[in-house]
């Protein structure tokens, strides 16, 4: 069973540009989420969709959106990049199945450098 | 004062000892609690998840939650080498998982 795809892995930018990052969840998931790794914050929750439609947002700027499509697969965009955007981008899918407790299956993560 | 806490380490134990990882949160509305460990340079897996108060037990680990206190603990018994990694806290105020607050997490070394 394939797990979570993020491509790409690893990109380097320069303040002012945007980026497009993008997941491919497990087959038969619906739940996407997006989360920041950062050495100083840690995890932080970015946004989650669930057949298409956004459910949760995290405390980040306008400049962080995503999307979904119908089949489950994910985009998160960054526009205007700034220095701190600097940081793993990690992708992770979940069937929602509250009775197994809803694990989340984390992607590689797409590294993202802001120059 | 951050959402979720926990001592950064990093926390060195000797080899079949119990390593005992802990974490605060602020949310008392919080319902869900999980375990994640990750190894450097990879992403986290999920070890445990409990949602009521006591004890859960799988295999060598054991979570503990008591929500009157805002503390979830992580019990590690007989410890490996190989259970050195980074370990993450993670609250959700529902009972599913769509929006996690993380810890900063815990560095645990099992030294042989």
């Known amino acids: 069973k394939a797990g979570v795809t993020q491509t790409p892995r690893y990109l380097i930018k320069t303040r002012g540009q945007q980026v497009t990052l993008s997941c491919s969840p497990i087959?038969?998931?619906?739940?996407v989420s997006w989360y920041q790794q950062t050495p100083g914050q840690g995890l932080q929750f970015l946004f989650e969709y669930f057949s298409e439609t956004q459910r949760n947002k995290g405390n980040f700027p306008g400049r962080f959106s995503g999307r979904q499509f119908s089949n489950s697969r994910s985009e998160m965009n960054v526009s205007t990049l700034e220095l701190g955007d600097s940081a793993l981008y990690l992708c992770?899918?979940?069937?929602?199945?509250?009775?197994?407790?809803?694990?989340?299956?984390f992607g590689e993560g797409s590294r993202l450098t802001v120059l | 004062q951050k959402e979720v806490e926990q001592n950064s380490g990093p926390l060195s134990v000797p080899e079949g000892a119990i390593a005992s990882l802990n974490c605060t949160y602020s949310?008392?509305?919080?319902?869900?609690f999980f375990w994640y460990r990750q190894y450097s340079g990879k992403s986290p897996e999920l070890i445990m998840f409990?949602?009521?108060?006591g004890d859960k037990e799988d295999g060598r680990f054991t979570a503990q939650l008591n929500k009157a206190s805002q503390y979830v603990s992580l019990l590690i018994r007989d410890s490996q080498p190989s259970d050195s990694a980074t370990y993450l806290c993670a609250v959700s105020s529902n009972f599913g998982n769509e929006k996690l607050t993380f810890g900063t997490g815990t560095r645990l070394t099992i030294i042989p």
């Open positions: 949310d008392r509305g919080s319902q869900s």
């Open positions: 087959s038969g998931h619906r739940s």
């Open positions: 992770a899918s979940s069937l929602q199945d509250r009775v197994k407790g809803g694990e989340l299956f």
């Open positions: 409990i949602y009521s108060n």
